[in-house]
């Protein structure tokens, strides 16, 4: 059985300050000296994380941040075993390059959560910033793989750039949502914002009850078989709790009587991406 090391709150940064690096996987072995000697990036400065967390427990696969804000950036980065939780708010650039383990956030996140996440869960139990799972600005690609959970809403450009992997928005959507998108999925169970699917090109979109105009860009296609919905919906109820949104959606249409439509596009991206308005 696995032990837990906690990082309790000590004293605020004077500013936004990187945790990247600071996982389970990263941390197994070490003592609580040499935890709480290990430099962070704080502009040209690397104060230990001593300054900021007391660390105590064991670090044996499973971690623990108490009190984190918004000034933390980069939680979970890099991680690709064990468990971390964050019982607060988290910062930009939350699970960036993660790569495996799975990560929970009691709170809401940043700009940029799961950019470039490969591999792994991450959970955020509130809302997420802009560009979630998108690339940064200096990248060709973003979110690679893995599962990203959003109970609350989401805000601009969630999925651009994305190229694997699978973001479920139990609340709303921003503006330009799967924009440029080449490969997995994106689930919205609230509203959706303009421009969505903008220079996509591959990929899945599904609108959960919301009622979607598509631009011209996109061409609705005949619903030739539900064999696709029947495999997601068996998924979601295996994978997701029972109050879930989507476990919720997924066992009412296994009931029958919903409305299913198809659109590809974006057309004027020579895309092949798919967008699916579910409703009853």
């Given at each position: ?7 309790s709150?000590?004293?605020a ?9 600071i ?5 197994a ?10 430099p ?5 400065e ?21 009190g ?10 890099g ?6 939780e964050?019982?607060?708010d ?9 790569r495996?383990?799975?990560l ?24 997420a ?12 690609g973003g979110m690679?793989?893995?599962r ?9 450009r ?9 973001i ?10 799967a ?5 997995g ?10 421009h969505?699917g903008?220079g ?8 959960l ?14 619903m030739?078989?539900?064999t ?31 409305r299913?439509?198809?659109?590809m596009g ?11 308005g579910?409703?009853?």
């Amino acid at each position: 059985m696995s032990l837990s090391l906690s990082l309790s709150l000590r004293q605020a940064p004077p500013g936004r300050i990187s945790l990247f690096g600071i996982t389970p996987d990263q941390l197994a072995g070490r003592t609580i000296a040499e935890i709480e000697k290990l430099p962070l990036a704080w502009g040209r400065e690397t104060p230990a994380l001593g300054e900021f967390f007391k660390a105590s427990g064991s670090a044996d696969g499973r971690l623990i941040f108490e009190g984190c804000d918004q000034r933390f950036c980069d939680l979970g980065g890099g991680m690709s075993t064990g468990e971390c939780e964050v019982q607060g708010d988290a910062g930009d650039f939350l699970g960036r390059d993660m790569r495996g383990g799975r990560l929970v956030v009691h709170g809401s996140a940043g700009r940029f959560a799961a950019s470039g996440l490969s591999g792994g869960e991450l959970h955020i139990d509130g809302n997420a910033g802009d560009r979630l799972g998108a690339a940064l600005p200096w990248l060709p690609g973003g979110m690679r793989g893995g599962r990203v959970v959003v109970a609350g809403s989401v805000g601009e450009r969630c999925g651009d750039k994305m190229r694997r992997g699978e973001i479920f928005v139990g609340g709303n959507a921003g503006a330009f949502c799967a924009t440029r998108m080449v490969a997995g999925s994106i689930i919205v169970a609230g509203r959706l914002g303009s421009h969505a699917g903008y220079g996509m090109r591959r990929g899945t979109l599904l609108l959960l009850g919301e009622t979607w105009t598509p631009p011209v860009t996109f061409a609705e296609t005949a619903m030739a078989s539900d064999t696709y919905l029947q495999l997601v919906w068996r998924d979601w109820l295996a994978r997701f709790d029972a109050g879930s949104p989507f476990a919720a959606f997924a066992r009412q249409a296994k009931d029958g009587g919903m409305r299913a439509r198809r659109w590809m596009g974006d057309i004027g991206s020579d895309g092949r991406g798919e967008v699916f308005g579910l409703a009853w």
